[in-house]
């Protein structure tokens, strides 16, 4: 069937009227579709007057499953690279580990990256009479990914639109997931095919509850403009196709490092020739004498070094600010959480999750700097990632009181 614009379902006009329809057109699922005076020239007509009308017979399988998921949180920007896989995959770690049910879907077909950062490669799903299984992290966290599904890792999937629609289809149909508190879905960058799909899939299976059926999306950046304008494009497309932004996670804000894994060079310009040759620059490794002055100068203290690394001054508060959309948090640029996505693990040490479980955010960042002073090197993205992820909960706590009666 001809595509249908996701900006006319969200605006609540006609839902199957393509884009480029003629005016007066009677609707995809009509049956006058490709068959009525109003159709004469479009370039729709033919696929109309072929394709099966009537109402997609998978909502009512799709609407099924979804019932039993209270949040469906779609991790979204317009740019790639961004860190949407580390992002989703940190906040389904971190919400599982606050006791919610939580699952991870990776509709990013092309480059799935989600088996790799929660260490299930080589992992396969099974099915049963109840549909696919996904696969188990810990009992309360589990994941979906065409990952799985590739007999070859290193293999391209190359596959058109209707084919990756097509397969989203089924991981909303026929995915297993039992009650999920929350599902989070790690999306390709963009605006394209993929996102349209699931948001539509989603919308039309909550039409009978209203709403977005508790979808929304949570949306990366980092604070360089080249991602800044396209996440700007991509909070439009969550507003023309209607889906609530629950907020935009500013990430690589900086970068933070443990003073002992950076490397300080001297560089000194000596001009060849006695001063008549050209500047050459003459730079020298004192990591060791660098880091021996700062033990002797700040004795106990684990010490962080910050540098903003590609703009000062936060770019996303602004437009968050401009588009009226809340910013979550910022997340640094920091190795552990890059190593920890590499490792396929949770990013967060069990006593700090244990914390902010218990206690907050607050509580949390704090119980990680006490354990800094006492010898270990603390990992700076925490405080923040628990800050992002409990104003996740906030935000969607509203929803459902065992949210709220976890915070
Ligand atoms: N805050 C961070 N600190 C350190 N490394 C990070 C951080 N965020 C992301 N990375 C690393 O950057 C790389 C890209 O991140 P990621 O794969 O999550 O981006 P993506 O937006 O999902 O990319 P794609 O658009 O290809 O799906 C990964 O290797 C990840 O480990
Ligand atoms: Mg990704």
Known sequence: MASTTAG????????????????????????QAGKSAACAGCPNQSICATAPKGPDPDLAAIAARMSRVKHKLLVLSGKGGVGKSTVSAQLAFALARRGFEVGLLDIDICGPSVPKMLGLEGQEIHSSGAGWSPVYVEDNLAVMSIGFMLPNPDEAVIWRGPRKNGLIKQFLKDVDWGELDYLVVDAPPGTSDEHITITQCLQGAALGSGGSGGAAAVIVTTPQDVAIID???????????????????????GLVLPAERAAFSAVRVKQADGGAGPAEEVEEDVTAQVLA???????????????????????AARMCADMGVPLLGRLPLDPALGAAADAGRSVLAPEAAAAGAAAGAAEAAEGVAKGGLEGVAPQACIAPLMAIVGKVVEQTAGVDGKAAAAQ
């Open 8 to 31: 006319a379902a969200a605006s609540g006009g006609t839902a199957d009227v393509p884009e480029n329809a003629n005016q007066h057109c009677p609707g995809t699922s009509s049956d």
């Open 293 to 315: 002055l700062l033990a002797e100068r700040f004795p106990g203290a684990a010490l962080r070094l910050r540098a903003e690394v590609f703009r000062e001054g936060g770019g």
């Open 231 to 253: 996440v700007r494009k991509e909070v439009s497309f969550c507003r023309k196709v209607g889906l609530p932004v629950l907020g935009v996670v500013e990430n690589m804000a």
